[in-house]
């Protein structure tokens, strides 16, 4: 068994992020240990060394233009901001992806095998590219088969991500089958997404029907990770909800959108069920459910704030960290790489 997930350093982690992919990456680290002994009981597999893998997209990141100081910023913050969530450097390897060329190097290999009919199919590229499809970058273009050589490389059996990436997933399990049996070799184990039901989308504060997103011009829409308690308690307070008072469950909030929103956000950070906390309000107004919300926030939030304000004021810890994981990744991609240029013919 063996989990990896990417995630792009593109400026500030939000709620969204947070709850929808970060969270599920510490669960699946924390309960690794337990989860691997129960899997390698029931079938040994290439993975005797199970481990989780995480890392910052940055090749990626190149289909959106940055400054180069920007850039390096977004990496440090963000391996800041997945530490402070929970990522433990010592249990999970964590690195950058451009430290590790095998990244690139499977990815070039793979072009090979993926077709340009599936890519056309990917509704990221649909939405990202826009009306001017000519005008987009390449990278955008073939962005999937890099993230297929991520997930590849490392023979990933487990891929926690959110549920815009279900597609993406898709295609690197057709990439593998057909690497695997065009060139006539059991090389790429078929990953399984891992994506979370109850927190699959956290919508924005503003509009029930629009996802949190950093792409959001007002900032008003979002919960930041790094906003202060203040901040965040207003955002609460200044989301939108409607005059009705709350009902007795969660079902009953269908056609509420912001309502459920803010029900299911707090119903993620305390563990509690959505209609639990219906039931606990029932008959009260927004005015009385926000505040207690707005608490959760704050409670869950501060410690993660705290720990990352901390972590990014040393850069040079930041490095040490993403150096020794780079090296534990380049060591761990290594084999694969390697066949996967002896499967095509290729001298290295
Ligand atoms: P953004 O939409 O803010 O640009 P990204 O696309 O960079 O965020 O997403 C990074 C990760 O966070 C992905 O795994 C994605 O599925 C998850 N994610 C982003 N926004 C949300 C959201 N509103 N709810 C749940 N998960 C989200
Ligand atoms: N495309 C993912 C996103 O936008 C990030 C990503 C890159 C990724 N490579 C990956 C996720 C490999 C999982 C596995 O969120």
Same mark, same amino acid.
């Given at each position: 068994?063996?989990?990896?997930?990417?995630?792009?350093?593109?400026?500030?982690l939000?709620?969204?992020?947070?709850?929808?992919?970060?969270?599920? $990456?510490?669960?699946?680290?924390?309960?690794?240990p337990?989860?691997?002994?129960?899997?390698?009981?029931?079938?040994?597999?290439?993975?005797?060394?199970?481990?989780?893998?995480?890392?910052? /997209?940055?090749?990626?990141?190149?289909?959106?233009?940055?400054?180069?100081?920007?850039?390096?910023?977004?990496?440090?913050?963000?391996?800041?901001?997945?530490?402070?969530?929970?990522?433990?450097?010592?249990?999970s390897?964590?690195?950058?992806q451009a430290?590790?060329?095998?990244?690139?190097?499977? /990815? $070039?290999?793979?072009?090979?095998?993926?077709?340009?009919g $599936?890519?056309?199919?990917?509704?990221?590229?649909?939405?990202?590219?826009?009306?001017?499809?000519?005008?987009?970058?390449?990278?955008?273009?073939?962005?999937?088969?890099?993230?297929?050589?991520?997930?590849?490389?490392?023979?990933?059996?487990?891929?926690?991500?959110?549920?815009?990436?279900?597609?993406?997933?898709?295609?690197?399990?057709?990439?593998?089958?057909?690497?695997?049996?065009?060139?006539?070799?059991?090389?790429?184990?078929?990953?399984?997404?891992?994506?979370?039901k109850?927190?699959?989308?956290?919508?924005?504060?503003?509009?029930?029907?629009?996802?949190?997103?950093?792409?959001d011009?007002?900032?008003?829409?979002?919960?930041?990770?790094?906003?202060?308690?203040d901040?965040?308690?207003?955002?609460?307070?200044?989301?939108?909800?409607?005059?009705?008072?709350?009902?007795?469950?969660?079902?009953?909030?269908?056609?509420?959108?912001?309502?459920?929103?803010?029900?299911?956000?707090?119903?993620?950070?305390?563990?509690?069920?959505?209609?639990?906390?219906?039931?606990?309000?029932?008959?009260?107004?927004?005015?009385?459910?926000?505040?207690?919300l707005?608490?959760?926030?704050?409670?869950?939030?501060?410690?993660?704030?705290?720990?990352?304000?901390?972590?990014?004021?040393?850069?040079?810890?930041?490095?040490?960290?993403?150096?020794?994981?780079? /090296?534990?990744?380049?060591?761990?991609?290594?084999?694969?790489?390697?066949?996967?240029?002896?499967?095509?013919?290729?001298?290295?």
């Amino acid at each position: 068994m063996r989990v990896l997930s990417g995630i792009q350093p593109t400026g500030n982690l939000h709620l969204g992020n947070y709850l929808g992919a970060i969270r599920n $990456w510490v669960k699946m680290q924390d309960e690794m240990p337990a989860m691997a002994a129960k899997a390698d009981m029931a079938k040994p597999d290439k993975n005797a060394d199970s481990q989780c893998f995480f890392f910052l /997209a940055d090749m990626h990141s190149i289909t959106v233009h940055e400054e180069r100081a920007q850039r390096l910023k977004n990496v440090r913050e963000m391996a800041a901001a997945l530490i402070a969530a929970g990522i433990a450097p010592d249990r999970s390897v964590l690195f950058n992806q451009a430290r590790v060329p095998a990244h690139a190097e499977l /990815a $070039w290999l793979l072009n090979g095998t993926a077709r340009i009919g $599936w890519l056309n199919r990917m509704t990221q590229f649909k939405d990202k590219a826009g009306k001017n499809r000519e005008g987009a970058s390449v990278g955008l273009f073939v962005y999937p088969v890099l993230q297929a050589a991520d997930v590849l490389l490392y023979q990933a059996t487990h891929v926690p991500v959110g549920e815009d990436q279900k597609q993406h997933l898709e295609l690197t399990r057709d990439v593998a089958t057909k690497f695997n049996t065009d060139f006539g070799v059991d090389l790429f184990t078929l990953p399984e997404p891992i994506i979370p039901k109850e927190t699959a989308r956290i919508m924005s504060l503003r509009d029930g029907s629009a996802k949190m997103s950093k792409s959001d011009p007002s900032d008003m829409s979002r919960i930041n990770l790094t906003d202060d308690d203040d901040a965040i308690s207003g955002k609460v307070r200044k989301a939108k909800t409607d005059p009705e008072p709350l009902p007795d469950t969660f079902e009953q909030l269908a056609g509420r959108p912001e309502a459920a929103n803010l029900v299911g956000i707090f119903a993620a950070l305390t563990g509690e069920k959505a209609d639990s906390i219906c039931a606990r309000f029932a008959g009260q107004g927004f005015g009385a459910f926000k505040p207690a919300l707005a608490e959760v926030l704050v409670e869950s939030l501060r410690p993660i704030r705290q720990r990352f304000e901390q972590l990014k004021a040393d850069d040079a810890a930041l490095d040490a960290i993403l150096l020794k994981g780079a /090296a534990r990744a380049s060591a761990a991609a290594e084999p694969t790489l390697r066949a996967a240029y002896d499967a095509m013919g290729l001298m290295r």
